[in-house]
């Protein structure tokens, strides 16, 4: 039978115990890495779920004076949908959306504000970064996907804040980047 020597759990260092053997374990603790999104992200957010009603919606929009709110599963935030102002325009307004206010409620507004619910207008595939994503990668996600606002979620999911192009140029106003405006803007004005 062979013996394997016991390593102490504690080893000596002077007048005290240390608890290990000095070596970092990293699998020990959850590292959330800060990047620009999580100072961006503006906080805190409003949500709605995707049991609101378009009213709901309509008027929580109005009263925190922003154009698109995040739908998460309630008691969780995690982020399951997004609704805008343009979803919000387009059922209201006689665009592609409205055919559930035709097809549904008649062409009764009313009624379609009252008993529809934001699942009906929402997109549940939203685009988002999450809190470990950099400013150039957060602009290239805004510019390729064409959109003016992101959620900023953590890896499982969990709703963190929301970045708007509002909040970039904030952030970039006092900054000095180099360049002048001449040189990368267009002149052809519609």
């Given at each position: 039978m062979r013996m394997v020597p016991a390593i102490p759990r504690r080893r000596p260092e002077g007048i005290r115990w240390l608890r290990s053997d000095g070596t970092?374990?990293?699998?020990?603790?959850i590292h959330r890495s800060e990047g620009d999104a999580k100072i961006l992200a503006k906080r805190p957010v409003y949500t709605v779920t995707r049991t609101t009603t378009i009213l709901g919606l309509a008027?929580?929009?109005?009263r925190y004076n922003?154009?698109?709110?995040?739908v998460v599963v309630p008691n969780q935030d995690k982020l399951e949908g997004i609704v805008t102002a343009m979803d919000l325009v387009s059922y209201l307004g006689g665009g592609e959306l409205y055919n559930i206010v035709v097809d549904r409620h008649k062409g009764n507004i009313y009624s379609a504000l009252l008993k529809e619910h934001v699942s009906s207008i929402m997109n549940p595939n939203p685009v988002y970064v999450t809190v470990a994503e950099k400013l150039p990668k957060i602009l290239e996600i805004m510019v390729t996907k064409n959109v003016g606002v992101v959620p900023v979620v953590f890896k499982d999911g969990t709703l963190w804040g929301i970045i708007t192009e509002h909040d970039i140029v904030e952030h970039l106003a006092e900054k000095t980047v180099g360049r002048k405006v001449s040189e990368v803007m267009t002149s052809n004005v519609i």
């Open positions: 970092p374990n990293f699998s020990d603790r008027e929580d929009m109005s922003v154009r698109a709110m995040p």
